[in-house]
């Protein structure tokens, strides 16, 4: 298996742009998940998703943030728009229901600079 | 809601010797995982090892031990033979059971930790 695949994996832009970031979870898992870390707030998760419908968006900072999962093998968490602050490392996860490997499988993550 | 912390920001040990990172968690859940992951300089999240609360036993992976003290909330892990290959941030993980949410995790400010030669 190829893992969680995240793209793209820097990504630049001026604020005010529109940002999307991709993720393709792990074939089968029936959870994804967007987190976010930063130097002062550390790893947070923003939201996740279980068999495509989102459970808890509690972490979403603001109304700029928008996550979607249209369909089993594909997320997309999107910033508009972008503001210096969102500046981050944005990671996906995975995760299969229970069983012996139950734990989160990462992406390489994706480094997003405002300016 | 529950809470992780790790209160070494840094450590630094010689390689071949050996260390241990802190963690504490906060919880009154019963049914639970507890992870260590490593993040070395290139970002990815790489799971350590893994402990179940209902396990007595600590969970042991080669070169790193976990000391799982459920009634105290710790969770320490230990890296035994230090390599330099194990200088990255580590991290403190929960993982409640409740069937509803796999793999959502709380993790703790992380422990950057530093062999050298």
């Known amino acids: 298996d190829a893992g969680v695949i995240q793209s793209p994996r820097h990504e630049v832009t001026e604020m005010g742009q529109e940002v999307t970031l991709r993720c393709k979870p792990i074939?089968?898992?029936?959870?994804l998940f967007w987190y976010r870390q930063t130097m002062m707030r550390g790893l947070e998760l923003l939201i996740y998703f279980n068999n495509n419908v989102p459970i808890d968006d509690s972490g979403m900072p603001e109304d700029r943030f928008s996550a979607k999962m249209p369909n089993a093998s594909f997320s997309t968490l999107k910033i508009q728009p972008s503001e210096p602050r969102d500046s981050a490392v944005y990671f996906c996860?995975?995760?299969?229901?229970?069983?012996?490997?139950?734990?989160?499988?990462f992406g390489q993550g994706t480094r997003l600079t405002v300016v | 809601a529950q809470t992780v912390t790790q209160s070494q920001p840094e450590m630094s040990v010689q390689e071949a010797e050996t260390v241990t990172l802190s963690c504490t968690y906060d919880t009154s859940e019963n049914n639970y995982y507890l992870f260590w992951y490593k993040q070395p300089p290139s970002r990815q999240m790489i799971l350590v090892i893994r402990?179940?609360?209902?396990?007595?036993q600590n969970a042991t992976e080669n070169r790193f031990s976990v000391n799982f003290q459920k009634a105290a909330k710790s969770f320490s892990l230990k890296i035994s033979d230090s390599q330099l290959g194990d200088t990255a941030m580590y991290f403190c993980?929960?993982?409640?059971?409740?069937?509803?949410?796999?793999?959502?995790?709380?993790f703790g400010q992380g422990t950057i930790l530093t062999v050298h030669p």
């Open positions: 402990q179940e609360a209902y396990k007595q």
């Open positions: 996860a995975s995760s299969p229901r229970g069983g012996a490997r139950t734990e989160a499988f």
């Open positions: 993980a929960f993982m409640k059971v409740d069937g509803t949410s796999y793999g959502k995790l709380t």
């Open positions: 074939s089968g898992h029936d959870y």
